[in-house]
T-cell receptor, first 115, second 114 residues
Framework: DTEVTQTPKHLVMGMTNKKSLKCEQH?????MYWYKQKAKKPPELMFV???????INESVPSRFSPECPNSSLLNLHLHALQPEDSALYLC??????????????FGSGTQLSVL | AQSVSQHNHHVILSEAASLELGCNYSYGGTVNLFWYVQYPGQHLQLLLK??????LVKGIKGFEAEFIKSKFSFNLRKPSVQWSDTAEYFCAVNRRTNAGKSTFGDGTTLTVKP
């Protein structure tokens, strides 16, 4: 299994809603990532978890709250989002360590629209 | 902080034409270099990577890239493109000392006309 699975594929939410994005991988990878991608733009790193601990937070607003319940799962909790937060949210995983050099495996993403 | 520049935003080629997409990075230390591809409606996937050794690396689907350290470049090439190569191509770099933090270029949209 070389897949990173993200659910839901599409999400529409109002600015007062609370929702969660989910990501799952069974490759034994111990690093998991959230990226945000706007149309025709490169992915922008949001968070990195390494061995289930948050290791990088790229100054992301607190309305985005990541969670890593175990080594296979990664969640992104959303609350009080703004319309400009509408984007494709990508989850990725990799095996950390020099030997593996952080090749990323990406999921298909969740297309989020904030109304 | 490292940065990545992709010079070509949109490239249009006919089938069988040769392809070269430019990628330059700015970081003086040791880096890992990647090209990712995003086909229409599909997720990002790795095309090829350079960590060390032979600076000419070969990837999937006949793509190759050459790392030229003196020019801070990692250009992607393919001798003869196919219609199925139509996609968005992203160059990415991360530092050996902080490999969890990959920086992506703005991407190049390749359109191959049949």
């Amino acid at each position: 299994d070389t897949e990173v699975t993200q659910t839901p594929k599409h999400l529409v939410m109002g600015m007062t809603n609370k929702k969660s994005l989910k990501c799952e991988q069974h490759m034994g990878h111990r690093a998991m990532y959230w990226y945000k991608q706007k149309a025709k733009k490169p992915p922008e790193l949001m968070f990195v978890y390494s061995y289930e601990k948050l290791s990088i937070n790229e100054s992301v607003p607190s309305r985005f709250s990541p969670e890593c319940p175990n080594s296979s799962l990664l969640n992104l909790h959303l609350h009080a989002l703004q319309p400009e937060d509408s984007a494709l949210y990508l989850c990725a995983s990799s095996q950390p360590g020099r030997k593996y050099n952080e090749k990323l495996f990406f999921g298909s993403g969740t297309q989020l629209s904030v109304l | 902080a490292q940065s990545v520049s992709q010079h070509n935003h949109h490239v249009i080629l006919s089938e069988a034409a040769s392809l070269e997409l430019g990628c330059n990075y700015s970081y003086g230390g040791t880096v890992n270099l990647f090209w990712y591809v995003q086909y229409p409606g599909q997720h990002l996937q790795l095309l090829l990577k350079y960590f060390s050794g032979d600076p000419l690396v070969k990837g999937i689907k006949g793509f190759e890239a050459e790392f030229i350290k003196s020019k801070f470049s990692f250009n992607l090439r393919k001798p003869s493109v196919q219609w199925s190569d139509t996609a968005e191509y992203f160059c990415a770099v991360n530092r050996r000392t902080n490999a969890g933090k990959s920086t992506f270029g703005d991407g190049t949209t390749l359109t191959v006309k049949p």
